[in-house]
T-cell receptor
Framework: DTEVTQTPKHLVMGMTNKKSLKCEQHMGHRAMYWYKQKAKKPPELMFV???????INESVPSRFSPECPNSSLLNLHLHALQPEDSALYLC????????????FGNGTRLTVT | DQQVKQNSPSLSVQEGRISILNCDYTNSMFDYFLWYKKYPAEGPTFLISISSIKDKNEDGRFTVFLNKSAKHLSLHIVPSQPGDSAVYFC??????????FGTGTRLQVFP
């Protein structure tokens, strides 16, 4: 069982919808991440939060909006997505920033119609 | 520009034998390297890591070797088991939050 929990597991949304992806960890980790993975490609970093503050935004379009309400929770708000945004969205956490292994959730499979 | 490369998209190994997965990188600033295993419909699972101050790290059946002069790392799995069949990603970082992943190698362990 993964210690990083992501909900929902699957999400289908239209281009005009607003939805949110949720991520939770209870390992006391202080850094949390959103990654995006397309089929047959490696995961690509989107956002990093460290101590609940956004520390890295990898030039992600504004239709993706991250939020870190507290040290255990990470959300990704989605609005006006495009079909090419369909992908596996992975949340991860690590004990601290820098050289510390990331622990991933099982992801949310997003399909934009 | 792919800074972390896994040139073998797939590898097939008999159960009980050694699996060797390879990874090359181009950024000399990388100082921390990791290997992840990924099953379908699951997130990557952390296997083992190595800091650039070491050239070998071992954890059970898994050993990672780092050759800094060649900018090359490898993961050895011995003995290989059918449950090891998965996609393996190497990843690297330069003491930042940004982990760069390789393209992955699909390992199949057959009986």
């Amino acid at each position: 069982d993964t210690e990083v929990t992501q909900t929902p597991k699957h999400l289908v949304m239209g281009m005009t919808n607003k939805k949110s992806l949720k991520c939770e960890q209870h390992m006391g980790h202080r850094a949390m991440y959103w990654y995006k993975q397309k089929a047959k490609k490696p995961p690509e970093l989107m956002f990093v939060y460290s101590y609940e503050k956004l520390s890295i935004n990898e030039s992600v379009p504004s239709r993706f909006s991250p939020e870190c309400p507290n040290s255990s929770l990470l959300n990704l708000h989605l609005h006006a997505l495009q079909p090419e945004d369909s992908a596996l969205y992975l949340c991860a956490s690590s004990q601290y920033r820098g050289n510390s292994p990331l622990h991933f959730g099982n992801g949310t499979r997003l399909t934009v119609t | 520009d792919q800074q972390v490369k896994q040139n073998s998209p797939s590898l097939s190994v008999q159960e009980g034998r050694i699996s060797i997965l390879n990874c090359d990188y181009t950024n000399s600033m990388f100082d921390y390297f990791l290997w992840y295993k990924k099953y379908p419909a699951e997130g990557p699972t952390f296997l083992i890591s190595i800091s650039s101050i070491k050239d070998k790290n071992e954890d059970g059946r898994f050993t990672v070797f780092l050759n800094k002069s060649a900018k090359h790392l490898s993961l050895h799995i011995v003995p290989s088991q059918p449950g090891d069949s998965a996609v393996y990603f190497c990843a690297a970082s330069a003491n930042t939050d940004k982990l760069i992943f390789g393209t992955g190698t699909r390992l199949q362990v057959f009986p």
